[in-house]
């Protein structure tokens, strides 16, 4: 069974930098994996934040960001605002399956 | 403006099938990649992808753990695709959320840019 790893929780400081990264339990997470990024607050609709790795649609906020770090796919917060206390959600495409698993979340707390 | 609604019961008897139907606004659901998807979250756990449709080619693609009771159909004349989870249990109580699988932006895929609302179910006698 494939799983799609992420830290369950992180906290982060307002202003502060924080990186939330996503990991395969089949190997190193490429490109070609497509990875996508989430944000969900509470009672919310998720909402996409970061495709293919690292391109922003067009209402993600400037200061998040994604890569691939070490084998993970990764997402990077800079100057953490209050608001984006969320769980988020990478997203990974398994090609030779053709389907869709999420990560688990990660709960951020920004205090 | 794509939009998306689910509509369908609320209440599900135990062992009998979960029927909800997602309603496609603004633009047809033949049009761009034609793939749409359903996603459920239970309260207080994290979103699992269920399975999806890919209209123009008549083919699905279903989570391994769902597959045995999930079907996932369209009607084009009513831009409407449609979930049945058959045999559910408990386990199955959920927000169950359709999706826009994706679009190609240039060479890089995003996925699950639009959402419905999202629609409560319940598995209860």
């Known amino acids: 069974q494939t799983v799609v790893t992420q830290e369950p929780s992180l906290t982060v400081s307002p202003g502060g930098t924080v990186t939330l990264t996503c990991a395969s339990s089949t190997g190193a997470v490429t490109s070609g994996y497509y990875p996508n990024w989430f944000q969900q607050k509470p009672g919310q609709v998720a909402r996409a934040l970061i495709y293919?790795?690292?391109n922003k649609h067009s209402w993600t906020p400037a200061r998040f960001s994604g890569s691939l770090l070490g084998g993970k796919a990764a997402l990077t917060l800079s100057g953490v605002q209050p608001e984006d206390e969320a769980e988020y959600y990478c997203l990974l495409f398994f090609g030779d399956a053709q389907r869709w698993v999420f990560g688990g979340g990660t709960k951020l707390t920004v205090l | 403006q794509v939009q998306l609604q689910e509509s369908g019961p609320g209440l599900v008897m135990p062992s009998q099938t979960l029927s909800l139907t997602c309603t496609v606004s603004g633009g047809s659901i033949s049009s761009g990649s034609s793939y749409w998807s359903w996603i459920r979250q239970p309260a207080g756990k994290g979103l699992e992808w269920i399975g999806r449709?890919?209209?123009?080619?008549?083919?699905?693609n279903y989570n391994p753990s769902l597959k045995s009771r999930v079907t996932i159909s369209a009607d084009t004349s009513k831009n409407q695709f449609s979930l049945k989870l058959s045999s559910v249990t408990a386990a199955d109580t959920a927000v169950y959320y359709c999706a826009r699988d994706h679009v190609w932006v240039g060479e890089s895929l995003a996925a699950f840019d639009i959402w419905g609302q999202g629609r409560m179910v319940t598995v209860s006698s």
């Open positions: 449709i890919f209209i123009t080619g008549s083919t699905n």
């Open positions: 293919s790795t690292s």
